[in-house]
């Protein structure tokens, strides 16, 4: 599922992760922010990795780099 929505001068992206896997890289663009929506499993950013779980929400800063998302669960992704 995609959704856009564009407000006056910033365009915001939603998306799910597919179950199972995700990795992408917060570049000095775009913050990202991952809420867990369905099962468990880890995220990795900077070296350190951390349980995830349905409910929990992430905020990763902009220029953070490369992480992962892996695991049973679903996530809705949120950049800019």
């Known amino acids: 599922i995609s959704l856009g929505l564009v407000g006056s001068e910033m365009c915001i992206r939603d998306r799910d992760v597919v179950a199972g896997g995700y990795t992408g890289t917060a570049d000095e663009t775009s913050f990202v922010s991952l809420l ?3 099962g468990e499993g880890r995220l990795t950013c900077g070296g350190e990795t951390v349980q995830a779980k349905k409910g929990d929400s992430f ?3 902009a220029g953070s780099g490369a992480y992962a ?12």
Do not use: Q, R
């Not at 998302?69 to 800019?80: F, Q």
């Open 36 to 38: 867990i929506t369905e």
């Open 59 to 61: 905020f990763i800063t």
């Open 69 to 80: 998302l892996t695991g049973s669960c679903k996530a809705l992704l949120t950049t800019v």
